[in-house]
């Protein structure tokens, strides 16, 4: 089984190593382990990605935390967390984005602050404050 659903905490998670080849639309929290291949895009409450993902299709949540070293389409949220290693097309966020080092983003939308730690390459960025300093 790729796929485990706890209805008690609304949870859905996503074993490591899996490929889901469909679009998955989850009321509540979803978790996906290490290596996992989305071919479609994700709808979610929140979504936790693990190192080493891949989602191609477009990430819709309240909360994104994006694994080390992931790569993603689009991720169009409010709050989003992207730790090291990344590459990604677009995020387009209405509240804080956070982007830790050595990512590269070809655009960057936050609709309060965007805080870059670390040597990041980002093509556009748009946001009420961008803070960046290298740690």
Not at 24 to 41: D, E, T, Y
Not at 59 to 88: H, P, Q, S
């Amino acid at each position: 089984m790729i796929l485990l659903v706890d209805k008690s905490k609304n949870v859905l998670i996503v074993k490591k190593n899996s490929t889901i080849t469909k679009n998955i639309r989850f009321s509540g929290k979803v978790i996906a382990g290490i290596n996992c291949c989305f071919l479609g895009g994700i709808e979610c409450d929140e979504l936790y990605l693990s190192k080493g993902c891949e989602v191609c299709g477009e990430i819709r949540c309240e909360r994104v935390v994006v694994g080390a070293y992931t790569r993603f389409n689009t991720i169009k949220a409010v709050d989003v967390l992207v730790l090291r290693g990344c590459i990604g097309n677009a995020i387009l966020a209405d509240g804080d984005v956070r982007i830790m080092g050595e990512c590269v983003i070809k655009e960057v939308s936050a609709g309060s602050n965007l805080l870059i730690e670390g040597n990041s390459k980002i093509g556009k960025m748009q946001a009420r404050r961008i803070l960046a300093y290298e740690t």
